[in-house]
């Protein structure tokens, strides 16, 4: 199925740890099924004509985490830039990383940038992964770089506007999002974009993130142009 209509789905990605519960397995069991399943749906995502596709696979509440759990999570991420990187080369995926990089070890920072960097040529989908990522930090950030340019006189009061604004955000060059989609029945937006989502459309379902499919995705777009059609875009 192409979609010429959703050019930006976010996603958080929750229910990991009751995947695993319910299996009786840890927690980490059911992040690296949760990280398995990023493959799958970025590659969906791709096929599906989607332009950019945002994850929250870190927040910066997460930190406050046990120890074990962020040292599994941080595990993790080493293995997926190290083991995603083919999938993504091969996908012809970009890759990009927003959130407050200073807080992660050095060797994952290095990790991120070869990965941006290699990737940074690549066109049929834009893949912008949160680490470590908070919405109302990013908004102050903004804030705090916008109050600059004032401070050097680059720009006056009257002129911050929006586009100024939005290009001092993380996110500054893509496009707000379309569609959100929240998995595991929470129906919460997190501290997670909150200035981009101001008209995105927002789903909800109670899937758990490793179960979050292809099949469900293709709905959730199928269901989008039809909003999109009988209300128009506001
Ligand atoms: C929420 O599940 C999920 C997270 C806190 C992390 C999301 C991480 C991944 C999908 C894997 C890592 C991603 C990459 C890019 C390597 P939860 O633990 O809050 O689940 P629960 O609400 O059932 O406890």
Redesign the pocket.
Same mark, same amino acid.
């Given at each position: 199925m192409e979609t010429d209509i959703c050019k930006h789905i976010a996603i958080i990605?929750?229910? +990991? $740890? #009751?995947w695993a519960k319910k299996r009786g397995m840890p #927690?980490s069991f $059911?992040?690296k099924k $949760? /990280?398995e399943n &990023?493959i799958e749906i970025t590659r969906a995502a791709k096929d599906a004509g989607v332009k950019y596709l945002t @994850?929250y /696979?870190?927040s910066t509440e +997460?930190w406050q985490r046990s120890k074990e759990e962020v040292d599994a @999570?941080m595990q @993790?991420?080493r293995e997926?830039l190290d083991k995603g990187f083919k999938d993504i080369m091969e996908n012809n995926v970009r890759i990009r990383f927003i959130g407050e990089k200073k807080m992660l070890a050095p060797d994952i920072l290095e990790k991120m940038r070869a990965i941006e960097d290699k990737s940074a040529d690549n066109t049929a989908l834009t893949l912008c &992964?949160a680490l470590s990522y908070g919405s109302r930090q990013e908004i102050l950030s903004a804030v705090k770089k916008t109050a600059q340019l004032v401070a050097e006189k680059k720009v006056t009061i009257g002129e911050i506007d929006q586009a100024l604004f939005s290009a001092n955000l993380y996110t500054a060059d893509i496009p707000d999002p379309d569609i959100l989609i929240r998995t595991?029945g929470e129906q919460r937006i997190s501290n997670y974009l909150l200035w981009q989502l101001a008209y995105t459309e927002l789903f909800f379902t109670d899937t758990l993130?490793p179960d979050f499919d292809k099949n469900e995705l293709l709905t959730i777009l199928e269901n989008f142009s039809m909003r999109e059609r009988r209300y128009g875009k506001s």
């Open positions: 990605m929750d229910g +990991n $740890g #009751r #927690r $059911g992040h $949760g /990280a &990023v @994850l /696979a870190f +997460n @999570l @993790l991420l997926y &992964v595991s993130w």
